[in-house]
Protein backbone atom coordinates (compact mmCIF):
# COMPACT_ATOMS: atom_id res chain seq x y z
CA UNK A 1 0.00 0.00 0.00
CA UNK A 2 1.01 3.75 -0.41
CA UNK A 3 1.13 6.43 2.02
CA UNK A 4 -0.21 10.38 1.76
CA UNK A 5 3.08 12.11 3.08
CA UNK A 6 2.61 15.76 4.99
CA UNK A 7 5.37 17.99 3.44
CA UNK A 8 5.23 21.57 4.41
CA UNK A 9 3.61 23.07 1.12
CA UNK A 10 1.21 25.72 1.86
CA UNK A 11 -1.25 23.58 -0.78
CA UNK A 12 -4.06 22.58 1.26
CA UNK A 13 -4.91 19.42 -0.70
CA UNK A 14 -3.34 15.96 -0.94
CA UNK A 15 -0.48 15.70 -3.21
CA UNK A 16 -0.27 12.59 -5.14
CA UNK A 17 3.07 11.72 -5.54
CA UNK A 18 3.75 8.34 -5.33
CA UNK A 19 6.48 6.96 -2.98
CA UNK A 20 7.11 2.86 -4.42
CA UNK A 21 8.85 1.43 -1.76
CA UNK A 22 5.28 0.24 0.49
CA UNK A 23 3.51 -2.92 -0.59
CA UNK A 24 -0.16 -2.83 -0.75
CA UNK A 25 -1.42 -6.40 -0.66
CA UNK A 26 -4.10 -6.49 1.50
CA UNK A 27 -4.33 -9.69 4.17
CA UNK A 28 -7.00 -12.63 3.90
CA UNK A 29 -9.59 -11.54 5.86
CA UNK A 30 -11.33 -12.38 2.68
CA UNK A 31 -9.25 -11.27 0.00
CA UNK A 32 -10.81 -8.37 -2.19
CA UNK A 33 -9.45 -9.02 -5.63
CA UNK A 34 -7.41 -6.03 -5.91
CA UNK A 35 -5.50 -4.02 -2.92
CA UNK A 36 -6.12 -1.00 -0.97
CA UNK A 37 -4.48 2.64 -1.77
CA UNK A 38 -2.51 4.23 1.07
CA UNK A 39 -2.41 8.16 0.72
CA UNK A 40 0.11 10.83 0.59
CA UNK A 41 -0.85 13.92 1.78
CA UNK A 42 0.43 17.87 2.08
CA UNK A 43 0.35 20.07 5.09
CA UNK A 44 -2.15 22.73 5.38
CA UNK A 45 -0.15 25.05 7.30
CA UNK A 46 3.11 27.20 7.11
CA UNK A 47 5.55 27.98 9.18
CA UNK A 48 5.46 30.61 11.99
CA UNK A 49 7.68 33.55 11.78
CA UNK A 50 6.70 34.24 15.39
CA UNK A 51 8.14 30.61 16.78
CA UNK A 52 11.14 29.50 15.28
CA UNK A 53 10.04 25.79 16.33
CA UNK A 54 7.76 25.63 13.99
CA UNK A 55 9.95 25.88 11.36
CA UNK A 56 12.24 23.64 12.54
CA UNK A 57 9.82 20.89 12.78
CA UNK A 58 8.39 21.49 9.19
CA UNK A 59 12.37 21.35 7.68
CA UNK A 60 12.63 18.00 9.79
CA UNK A 61 9.17 17.28 8.33
CA UNK A 62 10.70 18.14 4.30
CA UNK A 63 13.72 16.04 4.98
CA UNK A 64 12.02 12.98 6.23
CA UNK A 65 9.67 13.15 2.96
CA UNK A 66 12.44 13.22 0.93
CA UNK A 67 14.69 10.64 2.53
CA UNK A 68 11.77 8.09 2.23
CA UNK A 69 11.25 9.53 -1.13
CA UNK A 70 15.05 8.31 -1.83
CA UNK A 71 14.41 5.06 0.47
CA UNK A 72 16.22 5.66 3.51
CA UNK A 73 13.62 4.36 5.44
CA UNK A 74 15.87 4.96 8.77
CA UNK A 75 16.65 8.28 7.99
CA UNK A 76 13.08 9.17 7.23
CA UNK A 77 12.05 7.61 10.67
CA UNK A 78 15.16 9.94 12.31
CA UNK A 79 13.87 13.62 10.94
CA UNK A 80 9.79 12.63 11.66
CA UNK A 81 10.65 11.38 14.60
CA UNK A 82 12.93 14.74 15.40
CA UNK A 83 9.53 16.74 13.99
CA UNK A 84 7.10 15.60 16.55
CA UNK A 85 10.00 15.56 19.36
CA UNK A 86 9.99 19.46 18.34
CA UNK A 87 6.11 19.88 17.54
CA UNK A 88 3.74 17.81 18.13
CA UNK A 89 0.83 18.13 15.90
CA UNK A 90 -1.30 16.51 13.83
CA UNK A 91 0.89 16.61 10.74
CA UNK A 92 3.80 15.62 12.53
CA UNK A 93 1.98 12.88 14.26
CA UNK A 94 0.35 12.03 10.42
CA UNK A 95 4.06 11.51 9.07
CA UNK A 96 5.09 9.20 11.86
CA UNK A 97 2.18 7.20 11.38
CA UNK A 98 3.22 6.90 7.83
CA UNK A 99 7.13 5.77 8.93
CA UNK A 100 5.86 3.52 11.09
CA UNK A 101 3.79 1.90 8.54
CA UNK A 102 6.47 1.56 6.20
CA UNK A 103 8.62 -0.29 8.84
CA UNK A 104 5.59 -2.72 9.24
CA UNK A 105 4.86 -1.34 12.86
CA UNK A 106 1.05 -0.71 12.27
CA UNK A 107 0.31 -0.58 15.94
CA UNK A 108 2.50 2.05 16.23
CA UNK A 109 1.30 3.40 12.81
CA UNK A 110 -2.36 3.42 14.43
CA UNK A 111 -1.54 4.87 17.66
CA UNK A 112 0.18 8.12 15.63
CA UNK A 113 -2.93 8.17 13.24
CA UNK A 114 -5.49 8.29 16.18
CA UNK A 115 -3.70 10.84 17.90
CA UNK A 116 -3.80 12.68 14.89
CA UNK A 117 -7.16 12.51 14.28
CA UNK A 118 -8.20 13.75 17.26
CA UNK A 119 -6.32 16.82 16.96
CA UNK A 120 -7.51 16.95 12.99
CA UNK A 121 -10.61 15.26 13.19
CA UNK A 122 -11.86 16.52 9.36
CA UNK A 123 -8.86 14.68 7.71
CA UNK A 124 -9.89 11.76 5.21
CA UNK A 125 -6.29 10.89 4.68
CA UNK A 126 -5.77 10.27 8.21
CA UNK A 127 -9.03 8.09 8.43
CA UNK A 128 -7.73 6.29 4.56
CA UNK A 129 -4.55 5.20 6.14
CA UNK A 130 -5.69 4.27 9.52
CA UNK A 131 -8.45 1.57 7.48
CA UNK A 132 -5.26 -0.04 5.80
CA UNK A 133 -3.41 -0.01 9.08
CA UNK A 134 -5.97 -1.84 10.63
CA UNK A 135 -6.36 -4.15 7.60
CA UNK A 136 -2.26 -4.74 7.61
CA UNK A 137 -1.92 -5.41 11.31
CA UNK A 138 -1.38 -9.33 12.75
CA UNK A 139 -4.68 -9.29 13.81
CA UNK A 140 -7.05 -7.37 11.27
CA UNK A 141 -9.83 -5.45 12.13
CA UNK A 142 -12.18 -4.88 9.17
CA UNK A 143 -14.96 -3.57 10.92
CA UNK A 144 -12.34 -0.42 12.15
CA UNK A 145 -11.19 -0.25 8.68
CA UNK A 146 -14.56 -0.01 7.69
CA UNK A 147 -15.73 2.52 10.15
CA UNK A 148 -12.53 4.87 9.02
CA UNK A 149 -13.09 4.55 5.10
CA UNK A 150 -17.13 5.46 5.64
CA UNK A 151 -16.18 8.62 7.65
CA UNK A 152 -13.38 8.93 5.01
CA UNK A 153 -16.40 9.16 2.03
CA UNK A 154 -18.37 11.76 4.09
CA UNK A 155 -15.36 14.08 4.20
CA UNK A 156 -13.94 13.25 0.79
CA UNK A 157 -17.22 11.86 -0.90
CA UNK A 158 -15.59 13.07 -4.50
CA UNK A 159 -12.21 10.79 -4.00
CA UNK A 160 -12.30 8.13 -6.28
CA UNK A 161 -9.13 6.11 -4.40
CA UNK A 162 -11.33 6.58 -1.39
CA UNK A 163 -14.30 4.66 -3.11
CA UNK A 164 -11.78 2.17 -4.43
CA UNK A 165 -10.65 1.17 -0.99
CA UNK A 166 -14.04 1.50 0.58
CA UNK A 167 -15.24 -1.13 -2.30
CA UNK A 168 -12.23 -3.33 -1.44
CA UNK A 169 -13.31 -3.83 1.92
CA UNK A 170 -16.97 -4.02 1.46
CA UNK A 171 -16.18 -7.01 -0.80
CA UNK A 172 -13.43 -8.68 1.24
CA UNK A 173 -16.51 -8.32 3.84
CA UNK A 174 -18.79 -9.52 1.58
CA UNK A 175 -21.20 -6.59 0.95
CA UNK A 176 -21.58 -7.21 -2.83
CA UNK A 177 -23.69 -4.78 -3.92
CA UNK A 178 -22.42 -2.33 -1.92
CA UNK A 179 -19.05 -2.62 -3.25
CA UNK A 180 -20.13 -2.96 -6.65
CA UNK A 181 -21.55 0.76 -6.36
CA UNK A 182 -18.74 2.46 -4.46
CA UNK A 183 -16.08 0.38 -7.33
CA UNK A 184 -18.24 1.88 -10.10
CA UNK A 185 -18.06 5.44 -8.03
CA UNK A 186 -14.16 4.97 -8.12
CA UNK A 187 -14.50 3.77 -12.07
CA UNK A 188 -16.26 6.68 -12.72
CA UNK A 189 -14.09 9.45 -11.32
CA UNK A 190 -11.00 7.95 -12.90
CA UNK A 191 -9.58 4.99 -11.07
CA UNK A 192 -9.82 2.65 -14.47
CA UNK A 193 -8.50 -0.68 -13.32
CA UNK A 194 -12.01 -0.88 -10.94
CA UNK A 195 -13.24 -1.99 -14.22
CA UNK A 196 -11.76 -5.57 -13.29
CA UNK A 197 -13.07 -5.41 -9.72
CA UNK A 198 -16.53 -4.63 -11.43
CA UNK A 199 -16.65 -7.77 -13.53
CA UNK A 200 -15.56 -9.55 -10.73
CA UNK A 201 -17.88 -8.80 -8.24
CA UNK A 202 -20.74 -8.60 -11.20
CA UNK A 203 -19.53 -12.32 -11.70
CA UNK A 204 -20.02 -13.35 -7.68
CA UNK A 205 -23.20 -11.67 -7.65
CA UNK A 206 -24.40 -13.30 -10.70
CA UNK A 207 -23.13 -16.96 -9.06
CA UNK A 208 -24.86 -15.63 -5.77
CA UNK A 209 -28.10 -15.11 -7.60
CA UNK A 210 -28.01 -18.41 -9.57
CA UNK A 211 -27.25 -20.50 -6.64
CA UNK A 212 -30.27 -18.76 -4.59
CA UNK A 213 -31.98 -19.96 -7.57
CA UNK A 214 -31.16 -23.48 -7.39
CA UNK A 215 -31.94 -23.51 -3.74
CA UNK A 216 -35.44 -22.39 -4.39
CA UNK A 217 -35.97 -25.19 -6.89
CA UNK A 218 -34.55 -27.93 -4.71
CA UNK A 219 -37.15 -26.70 -1.79
CA UNK A 220 -40.48 -26.89 -4.01
Known sequence: MFARVLSSSVSRHASRSVVKTAPRWIPAVSRPSRPLIMRFAS???????IDPTDAEA?????????????????????????????????????????IRYHAKDYDAAIDAWLESIDMEPRSADAHTNLASAYIMSPLSRPELALKHLRI??????????????????????????????YYKQSKDRGIERAAVNIRNVGGKLLAKKLKGHEDAEDKQ
Open 43 to 49: STSTPSF
Open 152 to 181: AHRLAPDDPEICFNLAAVLEAGGHLEEALS
Open 58 to 98: IKALEEGTQKLEEGDLEGATQCYERSVQIRRTAHTLYNLGV
